[in-house]
């Protein structure tokens, strides 16, 4: 089937009970035992399982074409679960320019554990080998990366880790599936923030975990999410399941939008810089072309003439355009993201990353004419 059918019938259930079309939510934190002992329903207790955790894993593995789903409370939360299955000594290679927390949550949380991590560009394939260690185990490849829309050969680093015995996982939250298919790139796991587009409208904090195979690695994080509990409430589940139903379409209407305002700014006497993959300006467009075959995504970042003052001030002009933080939801966003990182980020300070949403094109594009000017 197709990834649009897919959305929809991974997502349906039959409610033997009433009959019901939508899947109800099963909110008991516990079921009912046989007399002997036995779970003849499958479920014990919410913590290790739940009858719509079940159905959204089973949807999310479907839909990114993998063997094995694990749903959690958050994407920091299925980040952590990767990281946890690593042992003591174990080294990270990561991008330069990827999503602030994950960065963060190695140095500061796990170089405790033992756990190291190289920063490397992971545009360039030379530094990423001169980056191997001989006790690296893990690449993790953001791409496009967070902010700056950086472009990783996913094929070529899949390979490569594979050379020396190393995992490759991709947080594939910007691309999603529907632009991005990673395990048929070599991938071995695939994260998302499922909070993101898979939820879709800014009302779930959520993530997942996706796994090529079912095997010793998808048994030791089903272990870790069990005894850590940091899984998503059934509602969310519930949530997350009808949010992936309009995936599909709303993916694909988000990325039209985008190209047309990346394509409208980028030619604005007062933008400095536009970052997306899909312009032919950007220097791994022909990668982003190869490996992103269902278009190049709704997030683009902007740079524009002048100071982090000047920036900012852009943000309090859009109209259309809500100042917050996040991405993927049918609203447009722009954020001013070296506010909330930090000083020593590599993000420019007159960098603004855009989520574009589903909104008329024109009026968006009008909206920046007009702020603009």
Request: glycine share 6%; aromatic share 6%; net charge negative.
């Amino acid at each position: 089937m197709k990834i649009e059918t897919l959305a929809i019938q991974t997502t349906l259930t039959h409610d033997a009970n009433a009959g019901a079309v939508v899947s109800p939510i099963y909110l008991s934190t516990t079921f009912e035992r046989e007399a002997d002992g036995s779970y003849n329903h499958e479920h014990v207790y919410s913590r290790a399982s739940n009858p719509n955790r079940q159905a959204l894993e089973k949807s999310l593995a479907a839909i990114e074409n993998g063997a094995i789903a694990l749903a959690f409370s958050s994407g920091m939360a299925a980040t952590t679960a990767l990281f946890q299955s690593l042992k003591s000594g174990d080294h990270i290679i990561m991008p330069d320019d990827l999503y602030y927390a994950s960065s963060v949550l190695v140095e500061e949380v796990f170089a405790q554990w033992g756990l190291t991590l190289t920063k490397v560009d992971m545009t360039d394939l030379t530094e990423i080998k001169k980056a191997i260690q001989p006790n690296t185990k893990l690449f993790w490849v953001e791409t496009p990366s967070n902010p700056q829309l950086k472009i990783t050969d996913i094929q070529a680093v899949a390979n490569l880790a594979h050379s020396i015995g190393a995992l490759v996982a991709v947080d594939n939250t910007w691309a999603t599936p529907i632009m991005q298919r990673c395990f048929d790139l070599g991938v071995d796991v695939v994260m998302h923030s499922t909070t993101k587009y898979f939820g879709g409208h800014s009302d779930i904090l959520s993530g997942a975990l996706i796994f090529k195979e079912a095997g010793e690695l998808s048994t030791k994080i089903a272990t870790i999410q069990k005894l850590t509990g940091a899984v998503p409430a059934p509602f969310d589940c519930w949530l997350l399941s009808r949010g992936i139903k309009t995936l599909p379409l709303r993916v694909k209407a988000q990325t039209a939008n985008a190209m047309k305002l990346a394509e409208y700014l980028s030619n604005h006497p007062q933008i400095e810089a536009v970052h997306y993959p899909g312009l032919a300006s950007h220097p791994q467009h022909e990668i982003a072309k190869k490996q992103m075959t269902g278009g190049f995504g709704a997030m683009l970042s902007v740079q524009v003439k002048g100071d982090a003052k000047n920036a900012m001030a852009l943000t309090g002009k859009l109209q259309l355009f809500t100042t917050a933080t996040s991405l993927g939801g049918v609203e447009s966003l722009i954020e001013h993201r070296k506010s909330v990182e930090s000083a020593d980020s590599p993000t420019p300070e007159n960098l603004l990353r855009v989520s574009v949403g589903i909104e008329d094109i024109e009026d968006l594009i009008e909206d920046w004419k007009v702020a603009l000017a």
